[in-house]
């Protein structure tokens, strides 16, 4: 099992940034990607962000140039610093973490943490 917990959600002004920070527990060893989702107003749960295990990474096309996925050496810790925000960024965010397991992925999500941009 894997344990998530975020943090770092508000509200903030258009043009503002906030930094999401996603901690895990548990067994983490087999990691085949860490990532960040969103999930909007009447709309489906997409991708922002996500780094394989091999260190790719890659962002949603609304995103890029302002949104940066991070994480710490053991893998254990990962961060969204997102920059000029925008009222469409208005979401609940969930870091996700996908390990290997008996031969499959499995995957593990956080609680979400709410951001709300204001115009």
């Known amino acids: 099992q894997v344990q998530l917990v975020e943090s770092g959600g508000g509200l903030v002004q258009g043009g503002g940034s906030l930094m999401l920070s996603c901690a895990a527990s548990?067994?983490?060893?087999?990691?085949?990607?860490i990532g960040w989702y969103r999930q909007g107003p009447g709309k489906q749960r997409e991708l922002v962000a996500r780094i394989s295990g091999g260190g790719t990474t890659n962002y949603a096309d609304s995103v890029k140039g302002r949104f940066t996925i991070s994480r710490d050496n053991d893998w254990n810790t990962m961060y969204l610093q997102m920059n000029s925000l925008k009222p469409e960024d208005t979401a609940v965010y969930y870091c996700?973490?996908?390990?290997?397991?008996?031969?499959?992925?499995?995957?593990?999500w956080g609680q979400g943490t709410q951001v709300t941009v204001s115009s």
């Open positions: 548990g067994r983490t060893n087999s990691i085949n990607a």
């Open positions: 996700n973490f996908q390990v290997w397991r008996y031969g499959r992925t499995l995957d593990y």
